[in-house]
């Protein structure tokens, strides 16, 4: 009961937060709901008992990279955008293809529902039990043990993003 | 439905009794540290310092916030007013909410998370957009001109902070608070002997991340008024003070948890060093003693009394600090003498902090991203290396732990040097060119 009660609440405040941050003409509003929006996220996590992944997202996307999103709106010229025309004369379309996908979720929530628990890849979503050993252990585990592999080569990837992206800004290095 | 919220109220009672406490109290006390800041400057100056309210202005904190509080509150006409009213909440809020992780005791804290410390590091990184809504939402150009320079600061610096705090775990091997207590209990050394540059880095960082001098460049007087709260009055500005004291407090409060062995007694393990539980009663008892001794010099009646008032608070800390030294009762001697050690950990480095602020020189705001990026974050990982190194040593080769951390660290001592002597050669080369 108590999980529901928090589920439903930190669901519909993502909901709310993600609606509010494409309707609001301000970016900085946009960058507060947005922030809103990866809280209630972790939240989820937290009620599926995966405290590791509550904190990660809070202090890679709130505290990082949000950080980096609101310095960058705060250096552009905020009047100026304000005063132009926003690219928003597709409503129409794009409140089609929304319910469309709505649809199409709900359709497979309720496929989902009629094949029962035994098939694996419908089966309802239940929250893992919590065990001795914490999660951070278990994630940990994982990263550094099965999946080594392509861990270490999505790390090489960003790095020479990080490369490519200084080479393209600086002229003289 | 109300059977279930009776239920975790009954088992959560004293959680959120503990919060309430907290919240209460925390204000007075972020008080009485901005008066101990005032004196210990004053008295680095030799001065006296604030004087006036109360015995040798005990009383100050009390009439700062009524001041605060009967301010008038200002709102520029061109602030965008939700963001500049949300701001300083946030800063308060990050502040407060990681005291929910913190073991002041073994008894003491509100709640023990498996992942306390990331915890603390999550909320307290939160914080930064108090700062930054603040100062764009005043629509000025030193408050953005602070927001813009804090941003920049705090997300340089805490990279560093973070690999310094995985020094400290690689080796207590959790991120619970009080089990890192627990390991150094049972490993007999605090982690500030094993990890020491770990700690420096910390240290460096933390007055860094709380925008202490002397890297206050979010806030330099000399050149942008106040920085991000030029433009906040009042209450609103006593938010954003209790928001750094607080912080202070935290960090405070994590590289004790960490590095000095929490709620411990020095020696903790060593019996022949018994005679120290005999010196937090005795300290208190000297304290009071002390008061008792001024109430005579003050002059007239009512100052008088205060500070005997101010003497009798003392000695009411004294009797359980002292009652519990009585055999059978150790789990009470565990929890209120380690509240003591931990608070007076915790108050030894915020001192440090205001010994920085009054001993150096403010940075200019390159040579604030040189430390961090060229030398802190450089040092930390290859402290980290150091440190993994030595616990693989130590438990998979077998080698004498204080052989595997000798070697390590003079390993990343002569990194250290290294990043030192690369960082003259790039300054000296920048002057030739610059010739």
């Known amino acids: 009961m108590t999980n529901e009660i928090l589920f439903y609440f930190f669901a519909g405040l993502a909901v709310l937060g993600g609606v509010l941050v494409v309707t609001m003409r301000n970016a900085v509003h946009s960058a507060v709901f947005l922030i809103t929006t990866l809280l209630a996220t972790a939240g989820l996590y937290l009620t599926l008992n995966a405290e590791f992944l509550f904190v990660v997202q809070i202090i890679l996307y709130v505290g990082g990279i949000m950080v980096l999103f609101v310095f960058v709106i705060m250096l552009v010229n905020l009047d100026v955008a304000l005063h132009q025309v926003q690219f928003n004369r597709q409503t129409w379309v794009a409140g089609l293809l929304s319910f469309a996908l709505l649809a199409e979720l709900l359709a497979a929530v309720a496929l989902a529902r009629s094949y029962g628990e035994e098939n694996w890849l419908f089966a309802a979503p239940h929250v893992p039990t919590v065990t001795a050993e914490g999660n951070t252990e278990q994630i940990g585990r994982l990263l550094f043990q099965n999946y080594v592999i392509p861990f270490e080569i999505a790390s090489i990837l960003l790095l020479v993003a990080l490369v490519g992206a200084v080479v393209m800004g600086k002229k003289r290095i | ?435």
């Open chain 2, 1 to 435: 439905m109300i059977q279930e919220a009776y239920f975790l109220l009954s088992k959560y009672i004293w959680q959120i009794v503990d919060g309430l406490v907290i919240v209460a109290i925390f204000p007075l006390l972020a008080g009485y540290v901005v008066l101990l800041e005032r004196k210990v400057m004053a008295d680095m100056q030799a001065r006296l310092g604030p004087m006036r309210v109360g015995p040798h202005g005990l009383l100050q904190p009390l009439a700062d916030a009524v001041k605060l509080m009967i301010k008038e509150d200002i709102i520029p006409e061109s602030a965008d007013r939700a963001i500049f009213w949300l701001a300083p909440v946030l800063s308060v809020f990050a502040g407060m909410l990681s005291f929910a992780a913190i073991p002041v005791g073994p008894g003491f804290l509100i709640a023990d998370m498996n992942i306390g410390l990331l915890f603390i590091f999550a909320v307290s990184s939160m914080g930064i957009f108090g700062i930054v809504l603040g100062g764009w939402a005043s629509n000025s150009h030193y408050s953005l001109m602070g927001a813009l320079r804090s941003s920049a600061q705090l997300v340089s610096y805490e990279v560093a902070v973070g690999m310094a705090m995985v020094s400290g775990l690689l080796l207590a091997g959790t991120l619970s608070m009080k089990d890192i207590v627990e390991y150094q209990a049972h490993s007999g050394f605090w982690l500030v002997f094993v990890a020491p540059v770990g700690f420096v880095i910390y240290l460096i960082g933390s007055v860094a991340e709380t925008n202490r001098a002397p890297f206050d460049l979010p806030e330099a007087e000399s050149e942008l008024v106040a920085g991000y709260m030029t433009e906040y009055s009042g209450f609103r500005w006593a938010l954003y003070f209790l928001a750094e004291y607080s912080n202070m407090v935290v960090v405070g409060s994590v590289a004790t948890t960490l590095f000095l062995g929490g709620w411990l007694r020095p020696f903790a393990g060593t019996h022949a060093m018994d005679f120290l539980d005999f010196a937090p009663p005795l300290v208190m008892l000297g304290v009071t003693g002390y008061c008792v001794y001024r109430i005579p010099k003050q002059t007239g009646w009512d100052q008088k009394f205060i500070m005997a008032i101010f003497a009798g608070i003392c000695f009411v800390v004294t009797v359980p600090l002292a009652v519990v030294l009585a055999p059978g009762l150790a789990a009470w001697k565990a929890g209120v003498h380690g509240a003591f050690w931990f608070i007076a950990k915790v108050m030894g480095y915020v001192y440090v902090f205001l010994w920085a602020r009054f001993t150096f020189p403010r940075y200019r705001f390159d040579q604030l991203m040189q430390v961090g990026w060229h030398y802190l974050i450089p040092l930390s990982i290859v402290n980290v290396m150091g440190v993994a190194t030595a616990v693989v040593l130590h438990r998979e080769a077998g080698w004498n732990p204080v052989v595997s951390i000798g070697v390590t660290l003079v390993v990343t001592m002569l990194a250290a040097l290294w990043l030192v002597r690369a960082g003259e050669r790039r300054e000296q080369t920048a002057l030739k060119s610059a010739a």
